[in-house]
Structures are given as structure tokens and as C-alpha cells.
């Protein structure tokens, strides 16, 4: 400030003709950007100083790109059954050969069965003398790429050399002798969009009810708000187990699949709702929509032009804090077995293989789906942290 | 520029006098206080409990009292922000001439929102931190379908550079703003309809004091500049007699003095005015006079005191004062006191 009215000592005393342009003052930050940068530009600049929420921005698309592609990546059809191979442990791609020298092109080593004598088990170990080198993008089983198009290419492989019904299991394969691998990825696909599907439709019902409940008060609100605590007052698993048994069970999977989705977001619209609700209710009072509603704007457009935008990345953030839940919720009501079944592949199903001791013990591999639940579910939260954290980029 | 010289048209209101803008009798705004489960009303906070005045047209109505006192609730009843409890607001609108803000329908209050406008004490929450300048400024002349497109941005480039603002920031957001900037942006706002009255609600309070002489200066340019009436809401005596015609002092929902700003202070006629007065700080330190110590606190609103609402502090307090409500009197020319000893007192102002 340069006008010689900030020296005086008095707000009474004269200052120079008030229109006189002010000096071009940026008092928050240098960088002229900054001036004209909307929310979300704003929002973006302080969510990328959060190292590990970007770090994790990574790792969720990784996996919603895996569910997306998962018939490329998967290199094998997931409900193939290789009888050969029950139990088999996962086969490591490596790139050193057993003498230590490096190969540059990865490869993964034959297997050889045998039986234990004692325990009359048959199990695998790896076979130095054969190596089968992995390519990409390679030839394989025939599949419909989104039910659509018709492909057979693979991400990873077997080079074309290699003799038929060679092993290539990366995860090892569960009790059928199915590839853990690929059951993952495809499995990746239900699990993953089940937590979006149900968060959307959570979303709905929250806005609408939250949007009621904050925006209009009164005895809305309170029956609104009784029917909340009712909500979050009822144990979850018991219901889930009651909402689950309804569903009939000769249901093709795709029913069984939304019965379940909707199952979730009747439970889970709860903690968005009052999200949306707070936030119409601290906007109400804010004095810039007390001075729209002065100008003669219309209540839509109070509702639109000035609250929505308001919350939104409030929202946005709350939404991603709840996926994982959602993720969560499907997982353990496919393991109690409530949820999907079999043929369906999704996390929860694979993780029911492993539901005994033996199994935890002798195929440690077929917990692996549980250990992509973890992943996904920090990485969400964290994300989550990070938005929340970003989601108001003009707290004084 | 459109002329401010009012359409008589409609009811004159009672107690009107040629050359009134506003005439506000005998308003009302209780709040309820709500307790418990199924929020019964246990009380009521009198925030305004029967305010009186006359707003001319072009002058300055500066409203001053403590925190708490109704002031803000009095200005946003006004505005009709708030339905009052009871009592009339006449304003004497361009096209419409006399209305009953509180009465008036849903038609009649728009048009009259466009001759009625409000300067929000916080720059910073009056402004949608989400719209740009020219969101925020063109909005009230979008909405009221008084220019777009092309032109919408011309008007807010002419208002930009009437407040003292560069047009060029015009695609800027709020947040680019110091405070002071930012409260230019609100007056924008508040001047783009070119309303009648604007009713300032502590328009410098929040900011520095720096800023404060910029803002004020800038008001009585645009008030000369476009003819504009305000009511000035503000707790600082020295801003309000710097921008004040005429001031009404507040109390715990009443007002219990009103004068032209002059005699106001010179010759206040109500112990609280003198107290208030007493409190403004002199520059001078060889003439700081002795200042009044009010004792006890202000009354809480929801159980004022009987009587007076001012006795239990007062140093003249006689015995009528504790069971009567003084009624508000003209005791000299435009010069309306509410207490019951006027006539025997003799009150010292700021010095001259």
C-alpha cells in the first residue's frame, strides 16, 4: 500500500480521492496464477503438496485401470481350471538363473510335482533346469474384451515357444486349480466398482436427504435426522445378514450384484447425508448467500450457484473417505458368504478360500485378495486425507 | 444514471414528513429461544423492541450502540433478511412509491430489493470465495435482468472503476483482495442497481484502520456522486460522526436518542449517550476529559430490566425511571431523547 492515507492515524482525517485506482496489490502470493485461479485450481495446487495422498492418487488409479483393462492383464482366463496345478505356489518372474547370472529378458522357472510320501500330499517345486521367458503383449486364451470385442492379446505371457499347458502362475492357484493371478484382476473389477456404484447411489440418497434435511429445518429436519441415528443405531453384520438372506438365491449374479450394491448405500447414505446437511447449514448462514438472496437471486440459484459449489469438494472428499468402507462392506459380506457367490469373482469370494486354518497355514497365496483389500483401502484414505485436507483452499 | 427523485404514489405513512425515505414505527423482533428435546420456546431475546425512525432522503442515519444492542437486527429487518415481530417499515420506493416492507408481497419485495441495498461487515464472508469479480459484481444486474453479455461486463468495468478498483481485475476472485479491495467489491455490488438506500452494516469495522478513511471517503463520494441514502450501522462514534447526517443511539432494542450528528454530540440529552460519548478516545492527551464507568453490564435482552432499560447503570436514575418506559420526545428541533429527566440534566458532549 502506498496511498497516504494508511500513515494516517485516524479514520476521520482525509484521505486522497477514494477512486483513485488502487495499486495493484497481490497480498497472498507473487505468483500472478494464483490471482485468477478458480477452486479447483486452487484445490489441485494444495492437494499436490500431499506427498502421500498423491503417492496414493497413483496407486487407486493403478487399480481402477487393472479393472478397467482386466481382461489384457490377466494372463489367463480366471475360471480355467488347471488340474495338474491344484495348490500350486506362486511362481516368482526372476531375472537371475540359478548359477546368479542375469538374464536380462524375465523368465519364470518350469515346475515339478511330487508326491510327499508321509502325507500323501503332492506338492510343487520350482524346476531350475527349464526356464520359460516372459514377453509382453502375447498371444493366449480368446476372450470378449468388455463383452465387446473379441482379442486374445495378453499383457504378460509365456513366449510363443513355450510348450502347451506350461504353468504360468504368478500367485500361485487356489484349490481348483484356478490362477490367483487373474482371478485377482478380474476379481479387482466387481470389488472396485461395487465401492463406486454404492458410494453413487449412497450419494444420491444422501444429497437429496441431506439437502432437505439442512436446507429446509424445522420438524424435516428432526424426523430427517431421527431417522439417521436409527439407521447408524443398527448393527451392521446382522442386518447385512438379514438383507442378504431376502435376496432370492436363484438370482443370476448380475441381480445378486446390484441387490448388494443397494443393500450397502441404503446402510451407507447416513454419514454423507449429514455432510450435506452441516455444510447447508454453516452456507445458510453465510453472508454472501444472505446477499445473493438481497439481489433478488432465485432459490436455485442461491442453491446452485452458491452452495453447491461451495461444498463440493467437501463432497468429492467425503465420497472417496467412503469407498473404502464400501469396499469393506462387500468384501466381508461375500467372505460370511451373504454377498456373491461363486462363478462371480470379487475379492470377498476368493477371500472365503481362505477361510481355514489350513489353508493360512499350507497356501499362505490365497490370502493375497486380502492384501489388495489393505492396499486399496489405505491408498483411499489417504487420498481422502488429502482432499479433505485441500477441500477448503480459502480457510483464513 | 436514473434520477432518485421518488414516484408519490400509494399510502403515506403516519408521521411522515416531506422529503422521508423511510419511516420505521414501532418495530419488533423478538427470537425465540428454543430448548430441550422437542424445542420449546422458553424465552424470548427482544433484539429489537420498538424502534422509531425517519430516514430523509440523501442524508446519512448513523445507528450506533453496543454490541448486542439490535442494531444490525434493526438494519436487517430493513432489508427484510428477517420477518419482523411488528411495527411498519415504510420506504418510499422509485417505481413503486410507498410500501410496508414486512407486508408487502413477494412481487413488490423485489422490486423493492433493487432500490434497497446492504454493505455486509465482513469482506470476507460477503463475498462467494468460488466467483470471480465479475460474477460477483454483474450478478445483481443478471438476475434483475438489467444487462448481460457484453454489456454486463462493461457495467461491472464502470463499477470497478468507480469504487477505485482497475477493470482489468475483473476476472480475478476474492481471494486475490486485501480486505479493504474486497470491501470495494461489495460496494460495487451494492451500488450496481443504483439502488435508493443502501444500508451499510459496520462497512469499516472489520477493516484496518488504514483502510477505514479510504472506504468512508469512498462511500461519501459515491452517496454525492449517485444521490444514495444510507443507514450507517457502525459501534465507532468517530466514524459515525465523520459520515452521519443524523444519529440514533441504541440500547438493549431501543433507540433512546436521535439528533442531528452536531448536536448529538455536542449536547447529548440521554445519560447513555454521555457515557458512550465519554468512551471516545482523544488524540490529545491534555484534553482527555473524565470518562464515565458505566457499572454492571448490559442487560441480557431476553429479561431487560423494567422501566427504562437503562437505569440499573444510570447515574441520574430516579424512581419513575425504574416503572416507566420514557416515550421518545422531541425535546428540540429534530432532536428526540427517550428518558425522563432530560429536562433537568445538563450533559456534557465531546469537546468542541
Known amino acids: 500500500m502506498t496511498t497516504t492515507a494508511s500513515s494516517m492515524p485516524s479514520p476521520v482525517s482525509a484521505a486522497p480521492d477514494p477512486r483513485a485506482p488502487l495499486p495493484i496489490a497481490t497480498p497472498r502470493s507473487e505468483d500472478s496464477k494464483v490471482l485468477v485461479a478458480s477452486q479447483w485450481k486452487l484445490m489441485f495446487w494444495r492437494f499436490r503438496r500431499h506427498r502421500l495422498a498423491m503417492v496414493c492418487t497413483v496407486v487407486v488409479l493403478f487399480f481402477y485401470v487393472v479393472a478397467l483393462f482386466a481382461e489384457v492383464i490377466a494372463p489367463l482366463d480366471p475360471n480355467k481350471v488347471y488340474n495338474l496345478y491344484r495348490y500350486a505356489p506362486p511362481q516368482p518372474i526372476s531375472f537371475l538363473d540359478k548359477d546368479g547370472g542375469f538374464s536380462l529378458r ?18 510343487y517345486v520350482p524346476d531350475p533346469t527349464k526356464r520359460f521367458p516372459v514377453n509382453f503383449f502375447v498371444k493366449g486364451e480368446r476372450y470378449k474384451f468388455w463383452g465387446l470385442w473379441e482379442s486374445d492379446v495378453h499383457l504378460l505371457g509365456l513366449a510363443p515357444d513355450a510348450p502347451a499347458n506350461t ?15 487373474s482371478r485377482i484382476v478380474y476379481g479387482a473389477r466387481i470389488s472396485l466398482s461395487i465401492g463406486l456404484v454404492g458410494v453413487l447411489l449412497s450419494l444420491v440418497f444422501g ?21 439417521i441415528e436409527f439407521i447408524r443405531s443398527l448393527p451392521t453384520i446382522p442386518v447385512w445378514m438379514a438383507l442378504g438372506a431376502a435376496m432370492p438365491p436363484k438370482w443370476p449374479p448380475e441381480y445378486v450384484y446390484f441387490g448388494i450394491t443397494i443393500i450397502l448405500s441404503l446402510l451407507g447414505w447416513t454419514g454423507l447425508a449429514r455432510v450435506v446437511r452441516g455444510r447447508f447449514l454453516a452456507l445458510r448462514e453465510e453472508d454472501f448467500v444472505l446477499a445473493a438472496r438481497l439481489t433478488n437471486c432465485s432459490e436455485s440459484r442461491i442453491i446452485f450457484r ?60 490365497l490370502l493375497i485378495p486380502g492384501a489388495a483389500v489393505i492396499l486399496i483401502v489405505l491408498a483411499f484414505s489417504f487420498v481422502g486425507d488429502g482432499l479433505r485436507d485441500a477441500a477448503d483452499p480459502y480457510g483464513r | ?14 408521521g411522515a414528513v416531506d422529503g422521508d425515505l423511510l419511516v420505521v414505527r414501532d418495530l419488533v423482533k423478538h427470537f425465540p429461544i428454543r430448548k430441550g428435546f422437542w424445542s420449546k420456546v422458553v424465552g424470548h431475546v427482544r433484539a429489537v423492541d420498538g424502534v422509531s425512525f425517519n430516514v430523509r432522503q440523501g442524508e446519512t442515519l ?18 427484510r433478511a428477517y420477518q419482523p415481530t411488528g411495527g411498519t417499515i415504510h420506504f418510499r420506493d422509485r417505481t413503486q412509491g410507498w410500501l410496508d416492507i414486512p407486508t408487502a408481497s413477494a412481487t413488490q419485495v423485489r422490486g423493492v430489493r433493487r432500490n434497497l441495498q446492504m454493505i455486509f461487515q465482513d469482506p470476507y464472508s460477503s463475498l462467494n470465495p468460488r ?26 468495468a464502470e463499477l470497478l472503476r468507480l469504487v477505485g478498483l482497475h477493470p482489468e481485475y475483473m476476472a480475478r476472485y476474492p481471494h486475490a483482495f486485501s480486505g479493504g479491495q474486497r470491501q470495494r467489491v461489495g460496494i460495487a455490488r451494492a451500488i450496481a442497481l443504483e439502488p435508493q438506500l443502501v444500508v451499510c452494516d459496520e462497512p469499516v469495522s472489520a477493516l484496518d484502520v488504514s483502510i477505514q478513511a479510504q472506504t468512508l471517503n469512498l462511500l461519501e463520494d459515491l452517496q454525492a456522486r449517485l444521490g444514495l441514502t444510507y443507514i450507517f450501522v457502525a459501534h465507532d462514534l468517530s466514524v459515525v460522526q465523520h459520515v452521519s447526517t443524523r444519529v440514533a443511539v441504541m440500547y438493549v432494542g431501543r433507540i433512546v436518542e436521535c439528533a442531528p450528528t ?20 482523544t488524540p490529545d492527551p491534555t484534553r482527555r476529559g473524565s470518562r464515565i464507568f458505566l457499572a454492571g453490564e448490559v442487560p441480557d435482552a431476553s429479561n431487560p430490566p423494567p422501566g427504562c432499560h437503562f437505569h440499573p447503570r444510570c447515574r441520574y436514575a430516579a424512581d419513575i425511571c425504574r416503572t416507566t418506559v420514557p416515550p421518545l420526545t422531541e425535546i428540540a428541533p429534530g432532536h428526540t431523547v427517550a428518558c425522563h429527566m432530560s429536562g433537568q440534566l445538563s450533559l456534557t458532549g465531546v469537546h468542541a
Not at chain 2, 1 to 14: D, F, H, K, L, Y
Open chain 1, 106 to 123: 524375465p523368465f519364470v522357472l518350469g515346475m515339478k510335482s511330487s508326491r510327499n510320501t508321509e502325507t500323501l500330499r503332492i506338492t
Open chain 1, 167 to 181: 504353468p504360468f502362475f504368478l500367485l500361485g492357484t487356489d484349490r481348483l486349480g484356478r490362477d490367483m493371478f
Open chain 1, 207 to 227: 444429497i437429496l436427504l441431506g439437502g432437505i434435511s439442512g436446507y429446509y429445518g424445522g420438524w424435516l429436519d428432526a424426523v430427517i435426522q431421527r431417522i
Open chain 1, 306 to 365: 452458491h452452495m453447491v459449489p461451495s461444498f463440493a469438494s467437501h463432497i468429492i472428499a467425503s465420497i472417496t473417505l467412503a469407498v473404502p468402507g464400501m469396499i469393506m462392506s462387500e468384501t466381508s459380506l461375500s467372505f460370511l458368504g451373504l454377498g456373491l457367490r461363486s462363478p462371480v469373482i470379487s475379492w470377498g469370494v476368493l477371500l472365503q478360500e481362505a477361510q481355514n486354518i489350513q489353508t493360512v497355514a499350507l497356501f499362505p497365496w
Open chain 2, 1 to 14: 444514471m436514473t434520477t432518485n427523485t421518488p414516484v408519490q404514489t400509494g399510502t403515506v405513512p403516519a
Open chain 2, 62 to 79: 448513523g445507528l450506533v450502540g453496543e454490541s448486542g444492542c439490535g442494531k444490525t437486527t434493526t438494519s436487517r429487518l430493513v432489508m
Open chain 2, 131 to 156: 466467483m470471480t469479480l465479475l460474477d460477483i459484481i454483474g450478478e445483481p444486474l443478471m438476475v434483475n435482468g438489467v444487462a448481460k453479455g457484453s454489456e454486463l461486463q462493461d457495467r461491472v
Open chain 2, 262 to 281: 452536531e448536536d448529538l454530540f455536542f449536547s447529548p440529552k440521554h445519560p447513555y449517550t454521555e457515557a458512550l460519548l465519554s468512551a471516545v478516545p
